[in-house]
C-alpha cells in the first residue's frame, strides 16, 4: 500500500513541476499568439500542452481541472483548425484559464485537493466564446517538427526520476521541492529544476532537445558549490605550503590539483547559470495586462535573452525587475492620445537589454514615455520632508533623479494597486544592492526613461587582491580594480596635492581623490572603538618613504586607496559575515585564506561612500580646482545634443557646438544661392540637415510664426548654422563607435533615450555640403 | 591552520545513582568564569570549547565584537562577553571561548576560563540577584545555587545581539 502511495506521490510531484513548466510557457506563447494568430506552430504547441494537462488531470482525479481545461482544449481545437480567430477576448480568457490552473495546481500541492475555487463562470464563458461566430477559411498544415513542450513531457515520462535519487530524504513528497508563492503575488513558482545543457527552455519555435539533458535537484546544485568552494580554499593553502617547501613532485602535484580545482570550480559554476530570459520570458504578459488594464498600447522589446547569470541572481532581481516593468507601463508610458498629441506613436515602447560587460551583467530597462521631471522630483521631496529647500536647489539632476530610491517616496498622483505605493524604488535598490549590483536611471523630458542595473557575474568565488594595512590583511575585489600605483621618495611629496583639504593625486591628467584604509577603518570612526573626533587623513606623514595606492572604482567613479602593503592576487570563497555586521557598508564579507587566518572582503563601493571620496559635490571641486569642464572622471561618456531632423534623429557632440540659436524666418536672405542670415556683424551660411542627411519631413510641420533652429558651429572664425526642427535635449552616453557611412557625416547609430539616433560628425557633414568652406578655414591655418 | 580544540572538561557524569528510582530531572550547563561571576550556559546549546584563538580584529564594529574566528572553515564572530557585561579587559592571561549556537549561528564568547560542566536542579531557579549590576543583569536568566557559589545563567540570545545603534 505505502509503496502505491509513494508512486503516486512522485507522479503527482511530477506533474506539479512539469505543468508549473509548461503554464509558464503558455504565458508566453499565448501573448506571442496574440502578435500573430495564424502562427500554426504556436497554436499546435498550446493545443498540446492544454491537451496534456487535461488529459493527466483526468488521470489522477481533477475533475474541476479537467472541466476548465477541456474547454480551453475545445477552443483551442477550434483556433487551429480555423474555425475561430483569436481576439483579445479570447486571449484574456485562455490566460485566465491559466491562471485558474495555476491556482488550483497550488492547491493540489498544499492539500491535494483542487481547493474551493468556483472555476464554473470561466468555464462557461470560455465555451461561450468558442461557440461564438468567427468562420474563417485557413488552410490547415500540420507542422512535422516536435516542438519541446511534447518532447521534454515524453522525455519525462521516459526518463523518470533518475537524477531526483539526490532527492533531500527530508523531504516529506517531491511536490514539496517547489516552493509555493506568498498569496497575493502573481502565482509564478520557483523552477526546482535545472536541465544541465538545456539552452532554449522556453523558444517555442526551436527543434526538440531529445535526450541531452538531465533532471538534477537544486539543492544538490547547492552542496556541489559549497564542496568546490571549500576544495578552492584547501587548494589555496596546499599551494602556499608546497611553495615553501620546494619539493619538486609535489609541487607538480599541487599544479595538477591547481588547474583541476579551476576547471572543475568553472563548470560546477556553469550548472547554475541560467539565461536571463527565465526570468524576462514573464514580461510579455505582465505588460500586456497591465497595458490593457490602464488602456494603454505597449509594446514590450528583450534583447539579450540567452544572456546567462547565476540561479540565484536570477531570482533575486525578478522581483527588482518586474517593479521597474510595472513602473514604466505605469507611470513612464502615457495614454495613446497623449503620445499622439506629442508626436509620438500611439505604442509605447519597452526595451529590456541585457548584455555581459566588464565582469558584470548589465540589464537596462528603457521606455519611450514621458520621462521623469527631476523638478517634480525635488518638489516632491520637499513636500514629504526628505530634503530641505536648500538642499533641492544645490542639487545636480543626477541628484535630483537619485531621490526616487529614498524610502517612502512616491509621485504617482494616484496610487495605483500595481505600483506607486511608495515602497517601490527603495526596495528595488536594496534588493539590487544586496546582491552586490548597482542601479541608475537616466532620463529626458518627454522622451523616455532609462534603468540601468549592472550586477556581479558571480556571487562565491572571486579573484581578489590582497592588501595589508595596520597589520591585518584584506581583500578587493578584482572586478573594482583599476591599476596599482607605487609612489617613492620625493613623489610623495609632489605628487600628492591638497585639495579643499582633501589629498589627491594627479593620475595621467586626471585627479584621482585619495583616502587611507587604516584611517577609514580605525581612525575616523565616531562612535567605534576609537571614539576621537573625526579628523580627515591629510595626506602622508612627512617621514613616509613609500606610498601605496589602488586606484579603484565605484559607481562609475575613480578613487584611490592607499595601504601599506599590497600582496598578490587570489581567489577567494567570500563567506558572508554574520547578519548583525551585515550591516557595515565598507564590507562585502569574510574570506578565509591560505594560511587559514580570516581576512575581511572590502566593499568597494560602500567603503568610498563612507570616505566621500565619490559623490557629485567632490566631483564639482575637483572640477573647479583642475579647471577642466565638470566631465566624470572617467571619460568614456560623451556629451551629445539631441535634436530632431525631418523624421531622424540626430546627435551631435556637444563640444562641436558653439552655439544654439534661434532665426526668425524672415530673417533668412539669399546670397550666392544660398540660404544666409545676418549673424553677429557676418554672415552666416545656413545648412538644411534634413535636406543633407536625406531625411523625411519632420512629423509636426512648423508654421511660418515659429523661428529656425539653427545649431551653430564655428571654426577658424567662420560660423555655419545647421537648420533643424527641433532641439530636444543634452544627454551623456557612452558611444562605441559605430558603423560610418563615409560621404554622408554619419558617424554612426546608437539607441540613445530608446530611440535609434543617427550621430553627426559634424565636419565630415560640413564638408560633404559645402567643401568651400573648409576650403577657406584651412587657407586661414585655423584647423 | 592548527586545530586547538580543546574539551577541558570531563566528560558530563552519567547519574546511576537513581537508575531504579524515579529519574530526578537534571539540567546540565557549561560553566565559566569571569571575574569573580560564575556563568553558565546550557550544555546542549554548547558546539565546543577552545582555548585562546587567533583572531582577526572587525573595525567599524561594536567593540563588543572581539574580531573573526576561522573554525573549520566557518566564520564565526567572537564577542567579548567582559565588554559587553561592561567589565574592564582581562590584564593579561590567555582567554577561553565558548563556542555557542543560536539558531543557525554560531558565535565564540571569549570568557576568562573554562568551568566544569555542572548539574543543577531546575527546582532550584531563581531570579536575577539584586545585587548585580545594570548589564549584567540585562544578561542574565536567572541563577542556580550551588555550594557555596552562585550560578549565572547567560541569556545567550541576548549576549549575542550587538547593539544596532552602533554599527553602521
Known sequence: MRTLMSELDEVLGEFLIESYENLDRLDQDLVALEDDPTDRQLLSGIFRTIHTIKGTCGFLGFSKLEALTHAGESMLSKLRDGELVLDAARTSALLAMVDAVRQMLAAIEATAGEGDGDYSELTTHIHALTDADGHVDVAVVEPAAVTPATAEAELAKTKKSKAKKAVDPTHAEPGAEITPEPAGVEPTPATPDVSAADKAPAASHGPGQGDSTIRVDVSLLDTLMNLVGELVLARNQIVQVTGAYGEPDLATAAQRLNLITTELQEGVMKTRMQPIGQVLGKFPRIVRDIAIGLGKQVRIDLEGKETELDKTINEAIKDPLTHLVRNSVDHGLELPEARIAKGKDPEGRVVIRAFHEGGQVNIEIADDGAGIDSERIKAKAIEKALITIAQAERMTEREALQLIFLAGFSTAETVSNISGRGVGMDVVKTNIESIGGTVDVQTALGVGTTFKIKIPLTLAIIPALLVTTDGDRYAIPQVSLLELLRLEGEQVRTSIEMIHGAPVYRLRGNLLPLCHLGHELWRSDPDGANPAPVTPWRGPSADQRVVNIVVLQADGRHFGLVVDDISDTQEIVVKPLDAQLKSISAFAGATIMGDGRVALILDVLGLAQKAHVIGEARDRALAKASGAKAEEVIALSESLLLVQVGDRRVAVPLSLVARLEEFPRSSVENAGGRSVVQYRGEIMPLVDVAYALGAGPCAEAATEDEPLHAVVYSAGGASMGLLVDKILDIVEEHVAAGEAQPGTGIRGSAVIAGRVTDIVDVVELLRTIDPAFFLSIDQAGAL | ?168
Do not use: W
Not at chain 2, 565546543?48 to 574566528?69: W, Y
Open chain 2, 1 to 168: 591552520m592548527s586545530d586547538t580544540d580543546l574539551k577541558t572538561t570531563a566528560p558530563p557524569a552519567l547519574d546511576t545513582t537513581n537508575s531504579n528510582a524515579l529519574p530526578v530531572r537534571h539540567e546540565q550547563f557549561c560553566t565559566f568564569r569571569l571575574g569573580d561571576l560564575l556563568f553558565g550556559v546550557e550544555v546542549l546549546s554548547v558546539q565546543e570549547v577552545l582555548l585562546e584563538q587567533e583572531m582577526t580584529r572587525m573595525p567599524l564594529a561594536d567593540p563588543v565584537v572581539r574580531g573573526l574566528i576561522n573554525l573549520r572553515g566557518q566564520i564565526v564572530t567572537a564577542i567579548d562577553l567582559r565588554r559587553r557585561l561592561g567589565l574592564p579587559d582581562l590584564d593579561g592571561g590567555h582567554p577561553m571561548n565558548v563556542v555557542v549556537r543560536s539558531g543557525d549561528t554560531a558565535f565564540a564568547l571569549v570568557v576568562d576560563e573554562i568551568g566544569d560542566v555542572v548539574d543543577v536542579d531546575p527546582t532550584a531557579f531563581e531570579s536575577p540577584p539584586e545585587t548585580l549590576a545594570g548589564k549584567a543583569r540585562d544578561l542574565i536568566l536567572g541563577a542556580y545555587k550551588l555550594e557555596g557559589r552562585l550560578l549565572l545563567v547567560l541569556d545567550t540570545e541576548c549576549a549575542t545581539t550587538i547593539d544596532d545603534s552602533i554599527i553602521r
